[in-house]
């Protein structure tokens, strides 16, 4: 900030021009005209970039569509080529005690008034801005900040981003507001972006959860080297921590070379200073009648999640004298709470508690089972269920890695998939939890008949061996393409990546990004590849649920089985290859029978209905509790 304001020798000259030139577009502001007066900002800007008045007239346009960063990008660089005009100082002034900055109000405040403030220039804003006096009566610290709290507590985390980012333009090192748009960013399926914001602020803060969060984000990205560096600072620092434990065994499970049995022993060294339960151990039996089913669902950030939760619970509901809790964040008449809208006996807001206090609270529920939903990506969970808050702790979605944290005593998996996990119970994963399709499917096909091969997956899934695979499958598919999902794959950096390994395999001209949501994608495809590694299965669910087929590959560990789990459940045990070979000339098969295929999927997708599904998995459960 400059040392103090200096009385301009010219006063109003640049105010004078600018009020000229701004005429058109505040009258398209005055009018509700936001867009015009957009076209207006970018016409005086294509004539000079650095057109003071076009600036303005942007930076006016951009409080008014909730954009105030874009606001203070574009005053501060008006201030830049016209340091003598009242009007973008006294603009700046106001911008600033909107973003609670009181020193800088205060500054440019004063220096509005020692250029030549007066009536005609507080005139020439729009009427919808507020006056500087109004402006500073209503400063609040950091009000960007808390507004992004609120929307990302509300699971609106596209809109908390832009709450955060407005923050940081006012304060840049806000270290709250890095760590808070690094969640959304994480959220919205951004991992190098996230990534971007937290490798220049968690190295030099040296703060192990930032480390930790970072490592994730990495091992998004396909950096699995420096993300296991980062996640071995993370475990030294914070060496008793289970959420950092829990992350570097997520972040792991992207790494092409992470077996089961290396996961295995990267988790004894990381849940070492974890203290044993004992209550795992002497479980008690669970009741013949009146079962309590505890639900604890983390940030709903997956929508596929939600729905498969919604399903479960609609059928526990018709089961003898079963009661369903859920543990949610925020209140359930939320529009992200759609699918459990009543479905639900009891619902505890979870939002304001701290992991021992939400485990006391479960506990005194008098919960039978609690399943665990929201996975590795939900820290509260993990922390929570090291308590062993229920006489039975089950992993469920979420949680495609091949060690459960501590506190978990089954995972629910396909029969006979997983049967060298420990305290793994042969049960269900997600089979059946597809919305119906509305009417019979059709085959999607682009004007030049091409068939195309969809994969609904992150840069850090991309590995040779999937790669080869694909390279095996479009060489037998002369007529295929390649789609997809753009997951921030559009990033420069992953674009440049992505184009220099499809290119060395001859295949990069044939592979194109497609955006949407997962279930639009799947509609919009032929076939689904289910990724190697770190798969959720959703891509096949959702693949199903639009009546396309998927294939999946059954590796070496649960984070590379859970796609094949969910294709099992679902009775197409055919499309589940044992290796990459076998993937590959399954992949030709289906592709080679689309109709018959759909035909499958479509049954597989409604074959299944929700009371048939809950019944089957609480006698997997109690199967799983006997053993």
């Not at 830049?80 to 973008?88: D, G, Y």
């Not at 440019?108 to 403030?117: I, M, R, V, Y």
């Not at 021992?356 to 929570?384: N, Q, Y």
């Not at 080869?468 to 002369?478: K, M, Q, R, T, Y």
Request: with cysteine; proline share 7%; aromatic share 4%.
């Amino acid at each position: 900030m400059p040392a103090g304001p200096a009385r301009a020798t010219t006063p109003n000259t640049p105010d004078d021009d600018d009020r000229r030139l701004l005429a058109p577009g505040l009258a398209a502001l005055d009018a509700g005209q936001v867009e015009q007066a957009l076209a207006e900002a970018e016409l005086l800007l294509a004539s000079a970039p650095s057109h003071g008045a076009g600036l303005v007239l942007l930076g006016f346009v951009g409080l008014l569509r909730n954009q105030p960063a874009l606001a203070l990008e574009a005053l501060l660089a008006a201030h830049e080529e016209q340091p003598a005009s009242a009007l973008i100082a006294e603009a700046l002034a106001i911008l600033y005690a909107l973003g609670g900055e009181l020193a800088e109000a205060t500054y440019f405040a004063k220096l509005s008034q020692a250029n030549g403030l007066d009536a005609a220039t507080t005139a020439s804003f729009p009427k919808a801005w507020p006056g500087f006096a109004g402006a500073l009566l209503a400063i609040r610290e950091r009000p960007y900040y808390h507004k992004g709290m609120i929307a990302l507590e509300t699971h609106r985390p596209a809109l908390a981003a832009d709450f955060f980012e407005a923050q940081l333009a006012f304060r840049p090192n806000d270290g709250q507001a890095i760590r808070a748009l690094a969640d959304c960013r994480l959220a919205l399926d951004q991992p190098r972006r996230a990534a971007e914001l937290l490798d220049r602020f968690a190295v030099a803060h040296a703060d192990a959860r930032d480390l930790s969060c970072l490592s994730h984000c990495l091992a998004q990205c396909g950096l699995s080297e420096r993300a296991a560096t980062l996640a071995d600072e993370a475990g030294r620092r914070a060496p008793h921590d289970l959420e950092i434990a829990t992350a570097a065994i997520a972040a792991a499970s992207f790494d092409p070379a992470a077996t089961a049995p290396r996961l295995r022993d990267l988790a004894r060294v990381r849940y070492a200073g974890v203290p044993p339960l004992a209550a795992v151990a002497a479980r008690a039996p669970l009741p013949a009648g009146g079962l309590r089913l505890g639900l604890l669902l983390g940030r709903p950030w997956d929508g596929e999640a939600l729905a498969a939760i919604g399903t479960l619970a609609q059928g526990c509901r018709s089961l003898d004298d079963a009661t369903v809790v859920a543990f949610g964040e925020g209140p359930l008449d939320q529009a992200c709470y759609a699918s459990l809208h009543g479905r639900i006996d009891q619902w505890i807001d979870i939002s304001r508690f701290d992991p021992t206090t939400l485990a006391v609270v479960i506990r005194g529920e008098g919960i039978d089972v609690m399943l665990d939903t929201g996975g590795l990506a939900s820290s509260l969970s993990c922390a929570t269920l090291s308590h062993h808050p229920a006489p039975l702790v089950i992993a469920w979605l979420g949680q495609p890695v091949a060690v459960p944290p501590p506190g978990t005593d089954l995972i629910l998996s396909a029969p006979g998939l997983d049967p060298d996990i420990p305290n793994a119970a042969l049960a269900l994963c997600p089979a059946g939890l597809v919305a119906p399709v509305a009417g019979p499917a059709t085959g999607r096909r682009p004007d030049d008949g091409a068939i195309l091969l969809g994969a609904d997956l992150r840069l850090g899934q991309i590995h040779d061996d999937l790669l080869d695979c694909w390279a095996l499958i479009l060489a037998a598919i002369p007529n295929g393409r390649l789609v997809l999902r753009d997951r921030e794959l559009s990033h420069p950096d992953n674009v440049a990546e992505l184009i220099g390994r499809a290119g060395s395999r001859g295949i990069a001209e044939r592979v194109e990004l497609m955006t949407g949501s997962r279930a639009a994608f799947a509609a919009g495809i032929d076939l689904m590849l289910a990724p190697f590694v770190a798969a959720d299965g959703f891509d096949a669910l959702a693949a199903l649920a639009a009546g396309r087929p998927a294939v999946a590959c059954a590796g070496d560990g649960r984070h590379r089985r859970f796609a094949a789990s969910a294709l099992i459940c679902a009775g197409l045990d055919s499309w589940v290859a044992s290796s990459p070979a076998d993937y590959a000339a399954t992949a030709i098969r289906l592709a080679g029978d689309l109709d018959a295929a759909g035909v499958r999927a479509r049954a597989a997708a409604t074959a299944i209905p929700a009371d048939h599904f809950a019944r089957a998995m609480v006698a997997a459960i109690r199967k799983g509790a006997a053993q």
